[in-house]
């Protein structure tokens, strides 16, 4: 069962255009187009005559047209046409799903359309803000959703995943600090005069120890989980809250459930400085290579997870993100009624 009373990035606003994407997203089909008017529009990818998919279909000034018999739907999902006959039947229309375009993504809520809020959507401003540059892209992963936001929440695995890059000592040896705000998962690590991360470590060029830290916010009704992680020179009071010696990235993961063990994975990763760097854009925009490191563990996971569903697993300190994480989706999916 899904969590349905929620937003889910659905795509990247440029992946919507006049030609009609499919795309599965909670087990059901669903068609992305881009109306006459500009709007993002998701409908169910079945037409309410004989279930042709309106992914077949074609964008023309009205709306959107069934491939197979010609019925046209506006944006909202009304029969607006039947070229076979002058009468639209009183019927005649698909379902209309919300959606919000917002900083270059598209989310959709598939569940009660009285409750979608805007306001639940999270301010993720560093995905086109002209302060920041970002690199972004969408992975199919062939693994349950969940196993996706596990290895997100999980910070103790970046020493063995990404050795290289994201990897230190520091997220081993400092607990997690976790807070609930309303339906949202906080967490925090604060690693003062800590090992940094290879990956800071060479954009910044910092040698040595530094004030390290990684905070993130997973929102189940939004469908992400957004990161605030970086390194500052010791002592410069980024704990504080002074950032003028600090080097930030800012990332976010919108993670959609698409079958019982497949996903889609949508992500932006952002820094603040050295903005027209080329060297450090490169190093930077390396993190594709570690999401996709990510992306191998949990697969791997998964197929071994085929094999035996049930089998007991065994519990670690580290695991208490996840672990509330999971609970706090159950509780909004039991709250959903
Ligand atoms: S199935 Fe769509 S118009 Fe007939
Ligand atoms: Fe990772």
Not at 158 to 169: A, E, I, K, Q, W
Not at 277 to 293: C, N, Q, S, Y
Request: hydrophobic letters at 35%; aromatic letters at 8%.
């Amino acid at each position: 069962m899904y969590l349905r009373n929620a937003w889910y990035v659905a795509a990247w606003g440029n992946e919507i255009t006049q030609k009609p994407l499919a795309r599965q997203l909670l087990e059901e089909p669903v068609v992305l187009w881009r109306a006459a008017g500009g709007t993002a529009v998701a409908f169910e990818d079945r037409c309410c005559h004989r279930h042709a998919p309106l992914s077949v279909g074609k964008v023309i000034e009205t709306g959107l047209q069934c491939g197979y018999h010609g019925l046209t739907f506006d944006p909202d999902g009304n029969c607006v046409d039947v070229p076979s006959q002058d009468r639209v039947p009183p019927d005649a229309r698909v379902r209309r799903y919300p959606t919000v375009e917002r900083n270059d993504w598209v989310w959709i809520w598939m569940g009660d359309p009285e409750e979608a809020d805007e306001a639940i959507l999270p301010d993720t401003y560093w995905h086109d803000a002209p302060d920041w540059q970002a690199v972004g892209d969408r992975f199919h992963v062939r693994c349950h959703y969940q196993a996706l936001i596990d290895i997100q929440l999980d910070n103790t695995h970046s020493r063995f995943v990404h050795p290289d890059t994201l990897g230190n000592d520091g997220s081993l040896r400092h607990s997690p600090k976790i807070s609930r705000d309303g339906d949202i998962l906080r967490n925090h690590r604060r690693m003062a005069d800590s090992d940094p991360p290879p990956i800071f470590a060479r954009a910044s060029g910092i040698n040595g120890n530094a004030d390290v830290w990684v905070e993130w916010a997973y929102t189940p009704r939004a469908g992400i989980i957004t990161f605030d992680a970086g390194v500052a020179e010791l002592g410069s009071g980024v704990f504080d809250g002074n950032r003028d010696r600090a080097w930030t990235m800012l990332n976010t993961h919108g993670i959609t459930p698409e079958t019982p063990t497949t996903c889609h994975h949508f992500w932006v990763s952002a820094r603040d400085f050295s903005l027209d760097d080329p060297e450090i854009h490169k190093t930077m925009a390396g993190i594709r290579e570690v999401f996709l490191e990510d992306v191998a563990m949990v697969e791997a996971q998964q197929r071994i997870r085929n094999h035996g569903p049930d089998v007991p697993q065994v519990d670690i300190a580290a695991d208490v993100p996840t672990i509330q994480a999971r609970k706090l989706v159950d509780r909004l999916i039991a709250g959903q009624g």
